[in-house]
């Protein structure tokens, strides 16, 4: 949801705010712009659509100057135009601002404001602020850091942001709450962005500024960070484990298809150092000293959204299935405003690949209000939901750029194996041998999916003959139901296909009336886990003439002569079966959206870190 950038030093900022903008494309790619400071005053651009837009539009212009911030947009208030893009400015055009997030109480303040003579150029929020911090600084007679201070005051919502004054090259002024902020501090210059793919080519020490504080940013000064109740930090420099190689396409056409191709090396990642082994012990160092209270539970409440939402699904099935805890999965939009009964005896736990979807955020919030214990599945180190939970496991998939979440799901459907086996094994729910031939499926499954994975032009063919579909039905049962819902989302976003996940045998209450020669059925009918009711699900289909792609187990002949395409995946445990299933159906989705002309990595009004409700 918008990314923002900074730069204030001696080099010359705008490339190094540019390419910080592209990394940061993931976030909101519908407009972006710089406010570059120089000698003569400021220049600024601004340009609808993407930072290569930008980029174009900037190409002849002067863009000399060593202090810049930058912003591309994921619109919330106002069309993207470049009236909208940011930065935004306050009315004598000396403050420049960009901003991450919502103010929720903007139409107030912009009311007021346009009483005390104000005027507006834009239909943000955005710019409301710049005025606010523009009104108090004028009236106030106080620096740019106090205004910014004081006017934070008054907002209500979410935001990171960035404030400059024209004629000030040597300082900006930063802010947040709600929204990610990370400072990278360099020899004289200072790197600033939503997260740390813009500064690791760098420098690798960086401050992660917390909610609510404030920090003013001056190149020949040390850092000062205050909060906005006024009472002074000392910053926190972490050292940053982020790889450039990580970031980057690696030789792949796109994120997406990268990332696909990286899971069996994400879940070597994440299980690197859990397993022992010789006794094949689990050791997750995060939850540690929490696994007395998940045994002992009332019940563990997942609180998610999207992909991360349908991980829970599956983590709910592995929970109760092994560990015998009961489980309830809750959009997080959902459970966070409907007043909902949580205990203290409860474990809510929240799954997220960025660790800061404002949603899940809230739905953490209001459970620590009644007390429950927090944990976290989150991949981004150091995001907000790590740092509001009491204890959680990162999923180590590495950076996920592609705005399809892809390796995120699978590296966190293995951490919730590990958590249920460990689980179960500690409530003495499974036997010693259960225990040790699911660890040892576990590490093979890299290994299948490779296998899974050399299958990609079968799946590129079949792609070929569905491309021009209009609907589709993914249909999955038990382990695999969760993993339809996936499917289905993963080819409505990327390709914009209206897609529907059901599990097969609900099929007959609705869905049925649907299928039609014209209607492709996707469906995953392994062996284990239902098989003979899937197979007579998939009957049904075939008997009211659905064109039939089914995902089945290696060798199977059943189900291959009923279907009209078959992709094969290597068997395995009933419970570990989506982190293959899952694969074949990325593809297909990738292909599909590749052969109608859709941009993969940034599919239309989406962006990947959702950081407004
Ligand atoms: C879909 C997708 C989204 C996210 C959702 C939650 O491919 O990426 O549905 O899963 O926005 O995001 P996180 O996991 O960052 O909380």
Known sequence: MCGIVGYVGSKQAYPIVIKGLKRLEYRGYDSSGVCIGNRDGITVLKEKGKVSDLEAYAAEKDTSGSISIGHTRWATHGVPNREN?????????????IHNGIIENYDSIKKALINKGHTFKSDTDTEVLVHLIEEIKNHEQVSLFEAVRLA???????????????????????????????IGIGEGEYFVASDASPIV??????????????????????????TIANVSKTPFIHELELSLEAIEKGGFSSFMLKEIFEQPKSIIDTLRGRINPKTKEITLGGILDYEQKIINADRIIIVACGTSWHAGLIGEYLFEDLARISVEVEYASEFRYRNPIINKNDVVLAISQSGETADSLAALELAKEKGATLLGICNVVGSSIPRLTHAGSY???????????????????????????????????????????????????????????????QIKKIAEKFKNATNFLYLGRGYNFPVALEGALKLKEISYIH???????????GPIALIDDDMPIVVIATKKGNYDKVVSNIQEVKARGGRLIAIVTEGDTTVKELADYCIEVPDSFDGLSPLLTNIPLQLLSYHIALMRGCDVDMPRNLAKSVTVE
């Not at 934070?152 to 902020?181: D, Q, T």
């Not at 040790?436 to 899974?452: A, D, G, R, S």
């Open 85 to 97: 893009a940011h930065p935004h400015f306050s009315g004598d055009r000396k403050l420049s601002l």
């Open 152 to 182: 934070l005051n008054e907002v209500v919502g979410a935001y990171a942001i960035i404030v400059m004054e024209k004629g000030v090259n040597n300082e900006f002024i930063a802010a947040r709450k709600g929204s990610p902020l990370v």
């Open 201 to 226: 080519e760098y420098t690798r020490d960086v401050v992660y500024l917390d909610d609510g504080e404030i920090a003013l940013i001056n190149k020949d000064a040390d850092l000062e960070i205050r």
């Open 395 to 457: 999923t180590h998939a590495g950076p996920e750029i592609g705005v399809a979440s892809t390796k995120a799901f699978t590296t966190q459907i293995v951490v919730l194996t590990l958590m249920a086996i460990k689980m179960a094994q500690k409530k003495g729910t499974i036997t010693k041998s259960k225990y040790h031939e699911i660890i040892t499926e576990l590490e093979l499954i890299p290994k299948k999916i490779e296998k899974i994975l050399k299958k990609n032009d």
């Open 499 to 509: 897609a529907e996940g059901y599990p097969a045998a609900e099929m007959k209450h």
